[in-house]
C-alpha cells in the first residue's frame, strides 16, 4: 500500500543553520510528490512539487527514487519558516487523491 | 471569496448528534475534496467531486458519512449519529482543473469535537 513517513514529528534549529525535513514513501509506480506547508493559524498550502524542481522560499526537494525520498532542504533557515509542513503523495495522472504523512513541526530558534 | 471557505469553524456535538459541514470552494473549480485531519496526523481522504458528480467516495469512514455537491459548487458533508471518534478537522478543497497538476487550494477547516 501506498504509504508516505516523516520520522520526524518536531525539527527544531537555530536561525541561519541548514534544515532538512525527511519525507519517505512507499509506491511501486511513479509517483508525484508534494510539500505543503500550514504556517500558525493559516490554512495548508502547496510549498512545491517534484515535477517542477522549482525553488520556493529557499526551499528545495529532490525526488530520489532509489531511496525512495524526497527531503525538504533549506541552506540557511529563518525565523518565518517555523511552520507544519506535510509531505503527501499523488499517483499521478488523473489520479486526484493525496497521500499524506503525518507532518512534521519545525521551529526556527532566534 | 478569494479563497476556499468552510462553516462552522468550530462545532461541538453531543455523541449522537447530525453535524452538517458546508464548503463554499473557489468560484469556478470543477474539482472539491474533502478529508479529514486527526489531532498529530496528517489529512486522510473522504471523498472526491468533480463538478455536481462524486466520482470516489472510498474514504468516508462508514454509512454515517455522507456528502453532496448538487449544483457543482457549494458541497456539505453530513455526519448523523456522531461518535467520538468523528472529532476531527475536516478540509474541504478544490482545485481548478481534475488531476493531480492541478493546484489544490484548502478551507480553513471544520473543527468537530464530539462529546
Known amino acids: 500500500a501506498q504509504r508516505v513517513t516523516q520520522p520526524e514529528k518536531l525539527l527544531s534549529v537555530f536561525k541561519g543553520a541548514p534544515v532538512e525535513l525527511k519525507c519517505n514513501y512507499s509506491?511501486?509506480?511513479?509517483?508525484?510528490l508534494f510539500w505543503y506547508v500550514q504556517y500558525s493559524r493559516q490554512r495548508l498550502q502547496l510549498l512545491l512539487r517534484h515535477i517542477s524542481r522549482e525553488s520556493i522560499k529557499g526551499f528545495t526537494a529532490d525526488l530520489n527514487k532509489g531511496e525512495t525520498s524526497f527531503h525538504l532542504k533549506k541552506p540557511f533557515a529563518q525565523e518565518e519558516d517555523s511552520a507544519m509542513y506535510y509531505c503527501?503523495?499523488?499517483?499521478?495522472?488523473?489520479?486526484?487523491?493525496?497521500?499524506w504523512g503525518a507532518g512534521t513541526k519545525l521551529i526556527i530558534k532566534p | 471569496g478569494a479563497g476556499v471557505s468552510q462553516s462552522p469553524r468550530y462545532k461541538v456535538a453531543k455523541r449522537g448528534q447530525d453535524v452538517a459541514l458546508r464548503c463554499d470552494p473557489i468560484?469556478?473549480?470543477?474539482?472539491l475534496f474533502w478529508y479529514q485531519q486527526a489531532l498529530g496526523q496528517g489529512p486522510e481522504f473522504l471523498t472526491y467531486?468533480?463538478?455536481?458528480?462524486?466520482?470516489?467516495k472510498s474514504g468516508l469512514p462508514s454509512d454515517r458519512f455522507f456528502a453532496e455537491r448538487p449544483e457543482g459548487s457549494v458541497s456539505t458533508l453530513k455526519i448523523q449519529r456522531t461518535q467520538q471518534e468523528d472529532s476531527a478537522v475536516y478540509l474541504c478543497a478544490s482545485s481548478p482543473g481534475h488531476g493531480s497538476g492541478n493546484t489544490i487550494y484548502f478551507g480553513e477547516g471544520s473543527w468537530l469535537t464530539v462529546v
Open positions: 509506491y511501486s509506480g511513479s509517483p508525484e
Open positions: 503527501a503523495l499523488s499517483e499521478g495522472g488523473s489520479n486526484y487523491q493525496l497521500i
Open positions: 468560484s469556478g473549480h470543477v474539482s
Open positions: 467531486f468533480q463538478n455536481e458528480a462524486q466520482l470516489d
